[in-house]
């Protein structure tokens, strides 16, 4: 990769030993991609924020990065716990004192302490055509194909760096070629809600990390488009994807001719897990958006929930919903900010089987909190959080 004069300074510890590292990450990574230069990018989201997903040894990088500040404005993925609530959460002493430590270095660099998985709620700027440095799968897949801005799927790392510098090598989907779907996918039935988060089980273990452009006999919502992107990255590794008469790149590219079709026995097949012995209902994954608090604050009207029932959100959302989260709060329900329920330490506060509406989530809880998973729709799991058994 070609370096600019002030960039071969950079990388050669002129900016300091911080900036050097960065420029090491970001030059490492365009020689491996082939990339031609750096381009200048215009936010930075960056995953690898819960100490259950980095530990000791992510701490320690942290901390060889400290001293410098962020030059383009930069928000967090998901924390292992809610800032404030931790310990009504059950997050253990020790686990909240390291995760502190963590959000104290990212806030030294001058990081947005914005812990969400839905940055592009709260703020983090995107747009149509801008390149962008965002990590976490569902984010990436969301800003590249519902808003048609720019990003590789970063690992914590390369993002940080990239926050570091304002700059990301120019590679993958920063280029238009590397735009263009790659396989048609066909689906025959009308679908709903969670049933996008199934669709994307379905392709992400199809497609792998191919570009899908999608016909369809519904238009999904931007929720539902979240579901979908969300649970292809989880069981694949799609990063973007198109949708017939939708999607803001749509029209830009031949439609492929190689066509899997999708039925709606196979939707129906992803749901999974039986309602008896749940201990844990978790709703908010990705992180739920103002509209769908509004839907499950209807659901919960008048009913008490009898099972532990968390919601994740983010913090700005909480904080500009407080009637709503008032009335989903006297139902029994927790509102939970700043962390999710896969990089919390669900496995250490004792949950042994989970039910959720997120394809993704169903994808991730049981390896990552150990726990069984029901996965079902936002109806059935208000049902069964306000249900006895
Ligand atoms: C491990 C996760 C987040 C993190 O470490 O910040 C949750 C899954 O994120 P992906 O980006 O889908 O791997
Ligand atoms: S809530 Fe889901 S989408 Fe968001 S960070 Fe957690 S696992 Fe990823």
Redesign the pocket.
């Known amino acids: 990769m070609q370096l600019t004069k002030s960039e071969e300074k950079t990388l050669d510890g002129e900016k300091g030993e911080v900036c050097q590292k960065a420029m090491e990450i970001l030059a490492t990574l365009g020689d491996i991609y082939n990339a031609d230069k750096l381009i200048e990018i215009q936010s930075v989201q960056v ?4 100490y259950k ?1 980095i530990g000791d040894a992510g701490i320690e990088f942290l901390n060889d990065m400290k001293g410098e500040k962020v030059r383009v404005p930069t928000q967090l ?2 924390a292992g716990m809610d800032l404030e609530h931790w310990e009504k959460q059950g997050v253990p002493k020790k686990f909240a004192k390291k995760q502190k430590q963590i959000l104290e270095i990212f806030k030294e660099m001058n990081i947005n302490i914005k812990c969400t998985c839905t940055p592009y709620l709260t703020g983090l700027p995107h747009g149509y055509g801008q390149h962008l440095a965002w ?4 984010a990436v897949s969301y800003v590249n194909s519902v808003i048609g801005a720019r990003t590789n799927r970063e690992g914590g790392p390369s993002a940080l760096a990239a926050a570091l510098i304002g700059k990301t090598p120019n590679y993958g989907y920063h280029l238009k070629e590397n735009r263009k779907p790659d396989i048609t996918i066909k689906v025959e039935k009308e679908l709903q809600n969670s049933d996008y988060g199934a669709l994307g089980r379905i392709i992400g273990r199809e497609v792998g990390n191919q570009v899908p452009y999608y016909i369809l006999k519904s238009k999904p919502n931007k929720d539902e488009l979240k579901g979908l992107g969300a649970a292809m ?2 069981t694949g590794a799609v990063a973007l994807y198109h949708i017939e008469n939708q999607t803001p790149e749509n029209s830009q590219f031949k439609k492929p001719k190689n066509t899997i079709n999708v039925t709606k026995k196979q939707i129906e097949n992803e749901y999974q897990g039986s309602k008896e012995n749940i201990d844990l209902v978790a709703l908010g994954c990705p992180h739920l958006s103002p509209n769908q608090l509004k839907t499950i604050e209807k659901l919960l009207k008048n009913r008490q929930t009898k099972k532990e029932t968390w919601i994740f959100l983010p913090r700005e959302i909480k904080n500009k919903m407080q009637n709503t989260v008032q009335n989903i709060t006297e139902s029994g329900a927790k509102i939970i900010t700043d962390t999710c329920m ?2 919390s330490p669900l496995e250490e506060i004792g949950f042994k089987k989970i039910m959720v509406d997120s394809g993704k989530a169903a994808t ?1 809880i049981p390896s990552m909190c150990n726990a069984e998973v029901t996965y079902s729709n936002l109806k059935e799991c208000i049902e069964v959080a306000c249900n006895e058994n």
């Open positions: 995953a690898g924020v819960s997903t993925n998901p990590s976490e799968s569902s990255a989880a896969v990089v991730y």
